[in-house]
């Protein structure tokens, strides 16, 4: 039962709520559905590790993980599709807060920077990892490279998160200080990224005034 609206973005929450099937629809959700950035998806990774070394998830870690990738992989599908039919006219929207013409300027920027690594290091940034396959059909990048690229990230971000999760989950201070551990996770991968987002804002107010 749900005592706050809020406990459903709780990982524990979420795993204790619906088990594997709800893990793998809320990995889906935050790859390849835009309403997926709400989401917790680098602790809830984390945590579905320790779960799964106490026994609560009954499965193997590597099948929990397996499982996990398969979800991001096909949440990867979605959004770059979704990205390549719809996503033009998302960001041609002139008063949408997340869709602007820009971005896409932005994204190809990146792409050419970072090449389609960003697809692989994109995973274990929120945001990034939300908007990157959708991006990518956007650019219209090739399907056959995406789908590459793609299949390393959705391998590589549960191995690292539910490996890390299920061997460290053993320790009896993890255990004891588990939430707080959750809170440095989000703070250490949402952090740059804020950072970025205030820094330009000012350098945007400092270029008008």
């Known amino acids: ?7 459903l973005f709780n990982p524990k929450t979420i795993i204790h709520l619906g088990g594997m099937g709800l ?4 990995v889906f959700a935050e790859t390849g559905l835009m309403v997926g950035i709400i989401f917790p998806g680098d602790s809830l990774l984390f945590t579905a590790g320790l779960l ?14 397996g ?5 991001a992989f096909l949440g990867d599908q979605s959004g770059y599709w979704i990205g390549w039919r719809a996503g033009k006219a998302l ?29 692989i290091l994109g995973k274990f940034l929120p945001i990034v990892r939300t908007f990157a396959p959708l991006l990518a059909g956007v650019i219209e990048m090739t399907y056959r490279h995406f789908l590459i690229v793609s299949l390393i990230g959705a391998v590589a971000w549960p191995s690292v998160l539910v490996t890390a999760g299920y061997f460290l ?9 588990y939430e707080w551990i959750i809170v440095g996770m ?4 949402t952090g ?12 945007k107010v400092q270029i008008s005034s």
């Not at 039962?1 to 406990?7: C, G, I, Q, R």
């Open 186 to 189: 989000v703070v250490v991968t």
């Open 91 to 119: 960001f041609q929207r002139p008063k949408s807060f997340f869709f602007r013409p820009e971005y896409i300027q932005l994204t190809r920027e990146y792409y050419q920077k970072y090449g389609a690594g960003i697809l």
């Open 67 to 71: 499982l996990i990738a398969l979800a």
């Open 23 to 26: 893990l793998m629809a809320v």
């Open 169 to 177: 989950g053993n320790i009896p201070w993890v255990q004891t200080y």
């Open 192 to 203: 740059p990224i804020i950072w970025r987002i205030i820094r330009e804002s000012r350098q």
């Open 1 to 7: 039962m749900l005592e706050h609206f809020s406990d």
């Open 52 to 65: 799964t070394s106490v026994g609560v998830l009954q499965l193997p870690f590597y099948a929990v993980a």
